[in-house]
């Protein structure tokens, strides 16, 4: 077992079931709320988007990631219930992947560009490494957004939901306390 893959699986989990936990909280009109549609969308519409995003990395059929061809479920995005189920559901394949795979694994990450001459399709190598961090660097964005909406339904967030590792690293190295926010 490669402690590498360990590592980047034990992270991305952490992150989701941090997600989780604020998505039970939540309930199903806060979730789908849209608080302002010009700055994004509502805390289901964010949650949504980085299960997505990792069902892409998780499924990544015949080796192939794409992060453009997503199902958008109204469900997950409305039901803070399923969107919760479908977190502890994606933790559980993270799991089961570091059994079987390998931290350098090749995977073609499928990339569109919009062009003067319209769309052009890319296939990027990759491996699983830097999708898996990707993913993470990607949820932990996603969560700091979704900490904004829930703070805006005064849904207490905690201080390190949505902030980067090193961000948490440098505010302990400073002294910085970490508290709940209301």
Not at 126 to 140: D, F, G, I, N, W
């Amino acid at each position: 077992m490669d402690s590498r893959l360990i590592s980047l699986v034990d992270q991305n989990a952490r992150v989701l079931e941090q997600l989780g936990a604020l998505v039970a909280k939540t309930s199903p009109e806060c979730f789908a709320a849209v608080v302002d549609p010009r700055n994004g969308g509502s805390m289901g519409q964010h949650v949504r988007h980085v299960i997505e995003h990792a069902d892409a990395v998780l499924g990544r059929a015949g080796g192939r990631v794409d992060y453009n061809d997503r199902a958008r479920d109204r469900q997950t995005e409305t039901e803070p219930a399923e969107a919760k189920a479908r977190l502890e559901r994606l933790i559980i394949v993270l799991w089961d992947m570091s059994q079987g795979s390998a931290v350098d694994e090749r995977v073609l990450v499928r990339h569109v560009v919009e062009g003067e001459e319209g769309e052009e399709d890319m296939m990027i190598e990759s491996t699983l490494a830097r999708e898996l961090v990707y993913l993470q660097s990607h949820t932990v964005h996603h969560m700091a957004l979704i900490a904004l909406l829930a703070e805006q339904h005064s849904i207490p967030v905690e201080s390190d939901f949505g902030v980067a590792a090193s961000t948490l690293r440098y505010r302990a190295h400073i002294g910085e306390s970490t508290q709940v926010s209301a």
